[in-house]
């Protein structure tokens, strides 16, 4: 069975602080992908990273990093320098090879303050 | 930019009425998804469709139906509608293929039934 697990459901920093995120899960799967969403307050998901399991580069986009380590089966996502308007809900999720489904956490609200 | 615009933000409904949810996305996205998202569970799949007229059952199908006549256009329909209904509903959609495309969502309805 494929299964997500964002064991941190809030977190609190103050602005500035760095802060990551974590993402664990399961699947037998040999090619998979794997997403990071953000949802602020207005809703809407919006994509930020795709990661296929033969990648285990990590990735850096401006205060944004993703960590990637399929031997913990971890996909951990780090804000630097984090600010107000990164305060939303994030969203790891899987998908295998052969489906249409994501498989999503349960999501980890980030609260940063100011 | 690719657009999913679903047709109310905010639904308030009686227990037994038949509900329509309506997402239309403007790319010639072949894929289209409902989930519904709910606190402490993150997003689940109800339904999906991979071209027109096609559908296939989610994770949590029970109690709702789907419509896709047109490419663009994939709806949601609660036959009768119940309390435990209550939610955020999320309209997505993707490229053709598989889970290789990144979903882009809708802003989501939230639908309180009375």
């Not at chain 1, 580069?57 to 401006?62: A, P, R, T, V, W």
């Not at chain 1, 971890?74 to 305060?87: E, K, L, P, R």
């Not at chain 2, 998804?33 to 096609?54: A, N, T």
């Not at chain 2, 036959?79 to 495309?101: D, F, H």
Request: charged share 25%.
């Amino acid at each position: 069975a494929q299964k997500v697990t964002q064991a941190q459901t809030e977190i609190s920093v103050v602005e500035k602080e760095d802060v990551t995120l974590d993402c664990v899960y399961e699947t037998r799967d040999t090619t998979y992908y794997l997403f990071w969403y953000k949802q602020p307050p207005s809703g809407e998901l919006v994509f930020l990273i795709r990661r296929n399991s033969f990648d285990e580069q990590n990735e850096i986009s401006g205060r944004y990093s993703w960590n990637f380590q399929k031997s913990t089966s971890s996909f951990n996502f780090t804000i630097t320098a984090s600010q107000v308007v990164d305060s939303a809900v994030y969203f790891c999720a899987l998908a295998g090879s052969g489906t249409y489904k994501y498989i999503f956490g349960t999501g980890t609200r980030l609260k940063v303050l100011a | 930019d690719v657009k999913v615009t679903q047709s109310s933000r905010y639904l308030v409904k009686r227990t037994g009425e038949k509900v329509f949810l309506e997402c239309v996305q403007d790319m010639d996205h072949e894929n289209m998804f409902w989930y519904r998202q709910d606190p402490g569970l993150g997003l689940r799949l109800i339904y999906f469709s991979y071209d027109v007229k096609m559908k296939e059952k989610g994770d949590i199908p029970e109690g709702y139906s789907v419509s896709r006549e047109k490419k663009e256009r994939f709806s949601l329909i609660l036959e009768s509608a119940s309390t435990n209904q209550t939610s955020m509903y999320l309209c997505a959609s993707s490229l053709p293929g598989l889970a290789l495309s990144e979903q882009f969502f809708g802003p989501g309805t939230r639908l309180t039934v009375l």
